[in-house]
């Protein structure tokens, strides 16, 4: 049985919850008093991470800390269409490390600012800012040059991997640390391309976007 | 009415908070929320700003607050479980929430978070319904349940105050305990230019009603920090799924009151299309007019 | 921003950013837009704000005919930009008056072009030559458009040739002045390139200019940002036909085509002559002024924001009195008719969680668009279909488009098809509203099926064809305007400010809902009946004002300072 230490508003947690709705893996939450209550740094969960992070993931015996690192288990081991996180590609797996650190990049600038902003930690908030900019410019860039050959998806043409599941919430909650996206059209689009996934859901503070066929 | 965008080196973050501009005598002698009590570190100085000033606040033993602003000490209030102090000369007293202080109340503060928008604004979503099928789907509303059926608005003067009577609302999830949706009817008041209460009745004990509360610190005209109270009736749930219900929803409103402009509430009732079912704003406004409130709105005939 | 004509053209987007179902953010000059492309490839450059509090329409929704708000739902039509749709108030019509600021928009050398004051002629560039212009990766710069212009004409050999346009041996670059310390680089090639080398070129030109982007920003001095001013969304001068001028007059119409879909029914596709058709919801109907003389009303049988050209279906009435006749026999394709603006009194409220649609004959017109409306936003929906033979059935291919949401019924007798109408109302699914359209003896029977199977009153909607509002006298009033000497009768079923417009006597108007302020008159005598939200209960006990639009009259009288 599965379960999966949370926090609603964390971006991190959400990356799990969207693959396991996506993969139709059942799970049980154990919700965690991130914000006010700073339970993630309490000693009872310090045993269970002493990273003092969310989220965490129980699998029978297996714990599991890191966001990403969560997603290569999830996918190797729960999904059957192997698309997610083909095993049988080398070059895929690469590409998609590269952009998994990418995504932890990605946490540590614009979640940093989402935090700053929003629940008052106390940071470098230019340094923040300026490191998402200098982040998605590259993603836009590389997503841009994608699209003219036909590639949908950040590491993949036809069909998302968890390199999309681990960037997609940090780079769309940007507003909520003063990043804005409009100079990134081709991040915008891809992120609509992405709300399309069959088993989507949302977090607070991302929408959903249109149908794409009638 | 410049309008800030976003540039990249940011700028300084002084530069969007500089207020030379002295608030309206209304904003300025009332009393404004500063945090809650008890999050506060005990010993150690928080730096903050209400309506653009740097304001200090220290929380000296667990039950005594001090704040004061470019050394001037200012008054302090501790109530409803937060911190409240002015910039001028405020009232005897802060207005009244008598469900607070029954025994059988569990009272908590969700969350406080930091949002980019004016406090009117923040109000505004606060009263509004039209908005639950689409912002906040599946707790508080879902298509094609859309309709805001008529309710009742009064304002009164003695204390100024509005209220909002009748609302009724399809929710297919409206509590954390609710397992099913109905029509749930709420009550809604603001008793302060930047404070809101909503009453709701309680799955618990029908006859009483829940109480969420919305208190504003107006940072400046642009940015608040939102702070909600739940005094609620009980027994089942632990404050952290309380809290979780409330922060799901308010970080539902936080992107679309971001991306509303201008920041600030037009008071012109020309410069947006109000509809019947925004009575309460309606109210809101006119009622902000009244009182020569002008601290995060665009007057009208600007 | 000082120094660059609003009444210029600017590139604002490429022609890629907008494909289908997406919302792109795009800011000219400091004015924020949301562009977007529609089904039938339209481009909308609107103001990117919702009309009713501000929220971006760049975090809406395309749904191919129309923009959804993300706060409260509002709809708004491809094209027009009118608010088609209100959720808390589904039952009411949106006031015409409620549109959306739109941009003129081109498209050329790969670019969606825009101006917020187009005055000037589109620029053209002689020097590219390529049959299919290709399009640079777009560049956006923290920087001044004066600043960029200076960069890139020290760039690649480039020289300026516009106020911002440099030119260099193969390509062009336009900078687009976003706001103050902001402007985009848009670089156009102005050869053919082979498909095989395009990729390669694109990244070569993408890692000069980003280059070159970070040289200039490293150098680039911001300049105190300037106040932009974000336009009032004051109501927009409605669309000819709406109710704003004194007298409705009559939207001119070109006869596009006129086909027959059915035996014994012919089709027509009215296209304008001139301004944009007004927008309209599911169920509405035009008045057709007839070369005869005579007005029919037809229903519209074209989704909400297909307003390319409206497409009405017209029966041939054995027993006409000029109407049916002169249309099926006398207009011709290239024809020019008079039409009025759309009205609606028969409305699909999207509230409905299960919609039966049930046509008989010629009803299918407006239960065709209805069926496009509810198919377009994912609505569950089933349309019935009684024909008396198939050789009658009109419009099929269009009913092609729902597959598995129709039935047609052939050549069933009056016995046959009440039963058949039975069966489908026995069991109202839950939330269902069912929408009816046909002869008046099927009318009858769905309602008196309905009303047995328990349906309430309200889930069940008709429209008659032969069409007569009942008038009741007894909610009548007069209206007396002391600065005008005129005195008018209000009869129930028109507003105060119907009567007026119908009288050549013009009062502003916004929401029309009673609940924005805007018509507020003085009232100088008489009981005003306040049907308002806007009034405060002092305002409203004094009498001494009313609001037009939606308030009526308790005495027999009222006298308005008008």
Redesign the interface.
């Known amino acids: 049985m599965i379960t999966l230490y949370d926090y609603e508003l964390s971006g991190n947690c959400y990356k799990l919850r969207l693959l396991m709705s996506i993969l139709g893996v059942k799970y049980e939450t154990r919700s965690i008093d991130f914000y006010p209550g700073r339970e993630h740094k309490s000693e009872w969960f310090l045993k269970i991470n002493p990273l003092g992070q969310l989220p965490v993931l129980q699998d029978d015996d297996l714990v599991l800390r890191d966001a990403q690192a969560i997603l290569v288990y999830l996918a190797a081991r729960y999904d059957h269409s192997r698309l997610w996180y083909p095993l049988d590609n080398p070059a895929t797996l690469g590409r998609i490390a590269m952009w998994l650190a990418f995504a932890d990049s990605v946490t540590a600038t614009a979640s940093a600012a989402r935090l700053h902003d929003g629940l008052f930690y106390d940071l470098d908030i230019n340094a923040a800012r300026a490191g998402a900019h200098r982040l998605f410019r590259i993603l836009d860039e590389h997503l841009w040059f994608a699209e003219r050959e036909g590639q949908n998806f950040i590491a993949t043409r036809d069909h998302p991997t968890i390199a999309d599941v681990a960037c997609f919430p940090y780079i769309m909650l940007s507003e909520e640390g003063g990043i804005q996206r409009q100079d990134y059209p081709a991040i915008r689009r891809w992120g609509d391309r992405f709300k399309r996934t069959r088993g989507f859901i949302v977090m607070s503070g991302i929408f959903p976007t249109s149908a794409a066929k009638p | 009415?410049?309008?800030?965008?976003?540039?990249?080196?940011?700028p300084?973050?002084d530069v969007a908070m500089t207020q030379l501009y002295r608030p309206d005598p209304t904003t300025l002698n009332s009393w404004h929320i500063v945090g809650?009590r008890d999050?506060l570190p005990l010993g150690a100085k928080c730096d903050s700003r209400l309506l653009g000033q740097p304001i200090a606040i220290l929380r000296r033993t667990p039950g005594t607050v001090e704040v004061s602003s470019a050394g001037r000490s200012l008054p302090v209030l501790d109530r409803f479980g937060y911190v409240w102090t002015s910039l001028g000369i405020p009232p005897a007293d802060l207005f009244a929430i008598p469900e607070y202080f029954e025994s059988d109340r569990r009272n908590v503060?969700a969350?406080?978070?930091?949002?980019?928008v004016s406090a009117p604004r923040a109000i505004?979503n606060f009263l509004d319904m039209?908005?639950f099928?689409?912002?906040h789907t599946g707790y508080l509303g879902e298509?094609?349940?859309?309709?805001?059926k008529d309710y009742d608005?009064?304002?009164s003067e003695n204390p100024a105050e509005i209220m909002a009577t009748r609302c009724r609302f399809y929710q297919p999830r409206p509590s954390p305990t609710a397992t099913e949706g109905f029509d749930v009817e709420y009550v809604y008041r603001v008793p302060h230019p930047f404070c809101s209460v909503l009453y709701k009745s309680s799955p618990t004990d029908p006859a009483r009603m829940d109480v969420i509360a919305l208190f504003l610190q107006p940072i400046d005209e642009e940015h608040v920090n939102a702070s909600m109270l739940l005094s609620v009736l009980d027994d089942i749930n632990d404050?952290?799924?309380i809290?979780?219900f409330q922060?799901?929803?308010?970080?539902?409103d936080?992107?679309?009151l971001?991306?509303?402009?201008?920041k600030r509430l037009p008071l012109?009732?020309?410069?947006?299309?109000?509809?019947?079912?925004?009575?309460s704003s309606?109210?809101y406004r006119?009622w902000l007019r009244s009182q020569g409130i002008t601290y995060g709105t665009i007057p009208a005939n600007t | 921003m000082t120094g660059y004509a609003t009444t210029a053209w600017y590139p604002i987007a490429a022609e890629t950013d907008l494909p289908f179902r997406h919302v792109y953010h795009a800011m000219l000059l400091g004015r924020e837009m949301a562009v977007w492309r529609a089904d039938d490839n339209a481009i909308n450059v609107w103001e990117n704000r919702c009309l009713h509090r501000g929220v971006r329409l760049s975090i809406g929704l395309n749904e191919g005919t129309e923009l959804k708000c993300q706060y409260h739902g509002w709809r708004y039509a491809n094209g027009t930009a009118a608010c088609t749709y209100i959720p808390a108030h589904p039952a009411n019509a949106p006031a015409r008056t409620i549109r959306n600021r739109t941009y003129r928009t081109r498209t050329a050398y790969g670019l969606v072009w825009s101006s917020l004051d187009p005055i000037e002629d589109f620029p053209s560039f002689p020097a590219i030559v390529a049959s299919e212009p290709l399009a640079l990766r777009a560049i956006p710069l923290n920087a001044s458009a004066a600043e960029t212009l200076a960069g890139v004409c020290s760039f690649d050999g480039a020289r300026q040739i516009g106020p911002l346009a440099c030119e260099s041996p193969d390509a062009l670059f336009l900078i687009q002045p976003v706001a103050t310390n902001r402007s985009i680089i848009r670089g156009v090639l102005k050869h053919d390139v082979a498909a095989a080398d395009r990729l390669a070129t694109l990244r070569r030109y993408n890692d000069l200019l980003s280059a070159l982007r970070d040289r200039i920003e490293a150098a680039a001095i911001p300049l105190p940002e300037e106040a932009v001013e974000i336009p009032r969304l004051l109501p927009a001068e409605p669309l000819p036909g709406g109710a704003t001028t004194s007298r409705p007059a009559p939207h001119r119409v070109r006869v596009a085509r006129k086909w027959s879909p059915a035996a014994d029914i012919v089709a027509f596709s009215l296209e304008s002559i001139g301004e944009p058709l007004p927008d309209f919801d599911a169920g509405a109907h035009i008045d057709v002024h007839l070369p005869n003389g005579l007005v029919r009303q037809y229903s519209l049988t074209n989704a909400p924001g297909d307003t390319g050209a409206y497409v009405i279906g017209v029966k041939r009435e054995p027993d006409s009195t000029g109407g049916s006749s002169a249309l099926h026999e006398v207009v011709r394709e290239g024809d020019l008719l008079a039409i009025s603006a759309p009205h609606n009194n028969f409305r699909l409220a999207r509230t409905a969680k299960e919609t039966l649609l049930v046509a008989g004959g010629i009803g299918i017109t407006p239960l065709l668009a209805m069926a496009r409306s509810l198919a377009a936003s994912g609505q569950a929906f089933h349309l019935h279909y009684f024909v008396r033979s198939p050789q009658h059935a009109a419009f099929r291919d269009d009913l092609a488009g729902f597959p598995g949401k129709f039935t047609v019924y052939e050549a069933l007798d009056a016995a046959a098809t009440r039963s058949r109408l039975a069966a489908l109302l026995v069991r109202r699914p839950d939330g269902g509203h069912v929408y009816v359209c046909g002869p008046a003896p099927m009318l009858e029977a769905v309602r008196e099926l309905a009303d047995k199977a328990g349906w309430p009153e309200d889930a069940v909607h008709f429209e008659y064809f032969k069409n007569a509002r009942p008038i009741d006298d007894s909610s009548a009033f007069e209206v007396a305007l002391a600065r005008s000497a005129l005195t008018l009768r209000v009869p129930a079923g028109k507003t105060i400010v119907d009567v007026l417009r119908e009288n050549g006597v013009y009062v502003s108007t916004s929401c029309e809902q009673g609940a924005c302020g805007t018509c507020m008159t003085t009232v100088l005598d008489g009981v005003p009946d306040h049907q308002d939200v806007f009034l405060s209960n002092a305002e409203k006990a004094s009498g001494a004002c009313m609001m037009p639009c939606v308030s009526r009259a308790k005495s027999a009288r009222l006298v308005l300072d008008l």
């Open positions: 009415m410049a309008w800030f965008t976003a540039r990249f080196p940011p300084p973050a809650a999050e503060n969350a406080t978070f930091g949002v980019h505004e039209g908005h099928p689409f912002v298509e094609p349940f859309t309709e805001v608005v009064v304002i404050n952290g799924q809290r979780r922060q799901t929803i308010f970080a539902q936080k992107p679309i971001e991306n509303q402009y201008p012109d009732p020309r410069a947006e299309t109000p509809i019947r079912a925004d009575k309606i109210a006119r």
